[in-house]
């Protein structure tokens, strides 16, 4: 860019006068009635500053045009004649965003986020359109180094400008695309991952509820085409049908990864009056067979420090005997004769509940992991396939939870979670990889706390935990929902960035508004108004909230929207397509079986 000033204004393109000010938001009395119609909400207004070089820059939250009656004469040569006349009383309220400088120090061309000063009354104030708009808007992303661009598309309301974010910034404390259901938020995070997937060591996790990220991993071809590069690698939470030939994406989280509380948020009842008895036995008992493990593998630096919390194999059939030798066990008296035992039948609920779940197939990634994962050196190559990238496979992990039962959901992706952070934590500092969470349709597992159950919380609380300190260790978050008003308020007010799309709902809305600075209030009045793949990206990681059209990505989430109107003309049901579903229904796997 030349050092030419970005923002020149004829006289004849002024707009008014600035006639109140206070702390975040300017009235401007209109005085070229003629240019109020190209000033639409949204539009950008330029105020002249304190000095020559220095505008301020604020963005129309309300245009009004008021009809004023006045006396007036209308013939001068007949002064005694008066009569009413309506003339027009405009004014546009702005709300300040920002300073630009024509030079500071020896930069030129300089915007920043922010107020310098107030405005004076009387000051000049032009619309930034033509010319001007379009410099302005490029002056937006031109102190970006090429390493950080995010490009997201372009600017609404200069279409010849494009869009871009601070990579860095987007993903450093954490993130949030939020919209009603098909305001085109799945596309919105293939375009992130597109994007993302162009550094050359991306690290990236996305927890996929619906199986919609399938299509990155292996992209479809377009009819007559060849099908587009895959930009990820594509892993399932073992379903029922994956437990017998488990395949190498098949991810298992054996129960002896869940500490104490996770485990005991599943199986124990805490209305049970055992419930006492029941979780100090098996925290005893799990410690001894995790403790018998470290004797096997001779790991006595770790058994000096380990905990019951500790991810470390042992056998489940060995902690169900430990249990059930308690629960029968007789106590001996006085004069040994046998009495009733201390444990006796006080842990037999606890057992069937825990039997319960190990047998039910849909648990099977938890409770019937392969052989191989009670290895002690099983999780260490399990993580590293998570999160080691660069390796032959993509950085780009889509992690499909379709088949989670979903009163577990929270404590599945909460464990997944944990682990990964973990390891994270604990890794050596200065051979971490930054990674991101994607947690796609969030309020499904990160509920708002008061709503939130014994299961809901334990996740809930691996997730708070990235939210707060995450950043310290280079773990960010991804938060995308159509629901913000059902996400916890703990993890969204974390977020200091916000993809808002359309979003109609009204305690979705406020939920936004609560979490945005007061002076975007106008700003936020827009967003039932908004139009597919359109959103105001609000947030540090851009020098202005700004409303952009967001750009299509190469390769479409697997979409959930069907044509019903258009489908009801072209399509059959199909008796047999049923039949076969009732027998998946059964399996409750989608793994297609011979004959
Ligand atoms: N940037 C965009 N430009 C044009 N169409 C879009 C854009 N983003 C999404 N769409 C369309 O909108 C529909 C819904 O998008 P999707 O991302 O699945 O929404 P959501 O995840 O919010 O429910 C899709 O059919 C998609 O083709
Ligand atoms: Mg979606």
């Not at 990579?167 to 799945?186: C, M």
């Not at 849909?362 to 999160?387: C, D, H």
């Amino acid at each position: 860019m030349s050092d030419e000033p970005v923002l020149t204004f004829e006289e004849s393109s002024k707009l008014g006068k600035v006639a109140s000010v206070d702390t975040s938001r300017v009235l401007i009395a209109v005085e070229n009635a003629a240019l109020l119609p190209r000033a639409a909400v949204g539009s950008l207004i330029a105020i002249q500053g304190a000095t020559a070089q220095e505008f301020l820059i604020g963005m129309t939250e309300r245009v009004t045009r008021q009809l004023r009656e006045q006396m007036a004469q209308v013939d001068p040569m007949e002064p005694t004649t008066l009569a009413l006349e309506v003339v027009p009383d405009d004014s546009i309220r702005v709300v300040l965003l920002g300073t630009y400088r024509t030079i500071e120090g020896s930069i030129r061309n300089r915007f920043k986020r922010g107020a310098d000063s107030f405005p004076q009354i009387d000051r000049g104030c032009f619309l930034l359109e033509g010319g001007n708009l379009q410099r302005f808007m490029g002056l937006l992303g031109k102190d970006l180094d090429e390493k950080q661009r995010l490009e997201l598309g372009h600017f609404v309301i200069d279409s010849s400008a494009v869009a871009i974010a601070n990579g860095d910034r987007f993903f450093q404390r954490h993130a949030a695309i939020l919209g009603s259901t098909g305001s085109g938020k799945s596309c919105a995070v293939s375009l992130i991952l597109e994007r993302a997937n162009a550094r050359a060591h991306v690290n990236i996790v996305v927890f996929d509820m619906h199986g919609e990220y399938a299509s990155l991993a292996n992209p479809p071809a377009p009819p007559g085409g060849t099908a587009p590069q895959p930009i990820a690698g594509a892993f399932k939470i073992a379903g029922p049908g994956d437990l017998d030939a488990p395949t190498d994406n098949a991810i298992f989280l054996p129960y002896w990864l869940l500490n104490r509380e996770e485990m005991l948020s599943m199986i124990l009842d805490r209305s049970d009056q055992n419930a006492p008895n029941q979780a100090s036995r098996f925290t005893l008992h799990v410690r001894g067979l995790k403790e018998g493990t470290l004797d096997a593998e001779t790991k006595p630096d770790v058994k000096a420090t380990f905990t019951v919390d500790s991810p470390i194999p042992y056998k489940l059939n060995d902690l169900i005997a430990r249990l059930k030798f308690d629960d029968t066990a007789k106590g001996v008296g006085a004069k040994g004769q046998p009495v009733k035992g201390d444990w006796e039948g006080r842990l037999t609920r606890f057992i069937s509940r825990l039997e319960a779940k190990a047998e039910d197939r849909r648990y099977g990634f938890m409770f019937k992991p392969p052989e191989a994962a009670l290895n002690y050196n099983w999780l260490a190559t399990q993580v590293s396939k998570i999160l080691a990238s660069g390796q032959g496979n993509s950085g780009i992990k889509i992690v499909d939870f379709s088949e989670v039962p979903s009163d577990v959901l929270p404590v599945v992706t909460g464990v997944f979670a944990r682990l990964l952070y973990d390891v994270q934590f604990w890794m050596d500092p200065e051979k971490r990889t930054p990674f991101v969470f994607v947690c796609d349709e969030a309020h499904l597992y990160l509920p708002v706390r008061e709503n939130a159950g014994a299961i809901e919380k334990q996740g809930l609380y691996s997730f708070e935990r990235v939210a707060k300190e995450g950043r310290k260790y280079g773990v960010s978050l991804l938060v995308v929902s159509q629901r913000p008003s059902d996400v916890s308020r703990t993890i969204l007010s974390q977020c200091n960035n916000f993809l808002v799309l359309r979003l109609t709902n009204d305690q979705d809305q406020n939920v936004v508004r609560r979490l945005m600075p007061d002076s975007l209030a106008g700003v936020l009045d827009g967003l039932p108004l908004l139009d597919i793949g359109e959103g105001l990206l609000l947030g540090d990681a851009i020098l202005l909230p700004a409303r952009i059209k967001l750009k299509f990505p190469a390769i479409e989430p697997l979409s959930q929207t069907r044509n019903f109107w258009q489908e009801w003309e072209e399509m059959a049901p199909d008796t047999n397509a049923v039949k076969a579903a009732v027998e998946t229904l059964r399996r409750q796997s989608r793994t297609t079986y011979e004959g």
